[in-house]
């Protein structure tokens, strides 16, 4: 009987271990993850499919989940919880209603990251406190062209990669309500293309701490090019990881 009961204590014992251990493996392999948020209630990119093919595997080869979605009804404060950062993909219009954007508030309050990418700048027009967050309003926009984009810092993980003058062809927006916080670490050279309206100090990449959390914007990613080419997608991962916490900028500007 002795024998018996010391015999189911260990074999107890040993299963509650391997529990254990199970459990501290699986939580050791949580990934980080982000949002994907491309709802559109204006013009729709017909690049929106390439930019979250092109995130979803910057996730897999960076060890991050991601998770899509047109429906804003994730954006609850218990949902917002499990993401590192939210990226507004190509968002256009008002695409939030005032609860969603009370959660998002929140979430950004609680020290989340926020990326926005090219038409996220066209984007709910009559809320203020995203007009901060974001950066700057989009204006207008000339055709498609090649243009030269001056880079005048490269301690951002966002532009730690690219050159001086960084030669690339998208749609280049002028902006409006440009915030006087953002931290500009890139700007479109306007006498290298036609119908820039923004002058000498035209903002295209750019960044800032605000509100608790942390903020990315750049202009690129009309074009389905934009997303294959190897330097924009670098690019992006670099804000996306700014964003999330994951990577700092060495000399804060």
């Not at 949902?79 to 939030?96: I, M, R």
């Not at 001086?164 to 050279?189: P, Q």
Request: charged share 20%; net charge positive; with cysteine.
């Amino acid at each position: 009987m002795t024998r018996l009961f010391y015999c189911c204590a260990f074999l107890l014992a040993l299963t509650v271990s391997s529990f254990a251990q199970k459990k501290k493996k699986a939580a050791s392999t949580t990934k980080d993850a982000i949002l994907v948020f491309s709802k559109t209630k204006g013009f729709r990119h017909a690049s929106i499919p390439k930019g979250k093919a092109a995130l979803m595997l910057l996730g897999e080869q960076n060890k991050f989940a991601v998770d899509t979605t047109e429906d804003a009804s994730a954006f609850t404060s218990e949902n917002l919880k499990k993401y590192k950062a939210v990226v507004f993909l190509s968002t256009t219009g008002d695409v939030l209603n005032d609860a969603q954007q009370t959660a998002f508030e929140q979430y950004i309050r609680g020290g989340g990251g926020y990326v926005g990418i090219h038409a996220a700048a066209d984007t709910e027009y009559d809320w203020p406190w995203y007009n901060q967050l974001v950066g700057a309003y989009f204006l207008s926009h000339p055709k498609q062209q090649s243009v030269d984009v001056v880079v005048h810092s490269q301690n951002h993980p966002s532009t730690s990669m690219l050159p001086d003058r960084w030669k690339r062809f998208d749609e280049l927006y002028n902006y409006k309500k440009i915030v006087l916080g953002i931290k500009v670490l890139a700007t479109l050279d306007e006498s290298t293309y036609k119908g820039g309206a923004n002058g000498v100090n035209h903002p295209f990449i750019w960044y800032r701490e605000f509100d608790g959390g942390r903020s990315f914007y750049t202009g690129g990613g009309h074009t389905d090019e934009s997303f294959v080419e190897p330097l924009f997608v670098q690019h992006l991962l670099g804000g996306i990881e700014y964003a999330m916490g994951r990577k700092s900028v060495k000399k804060p500007m």
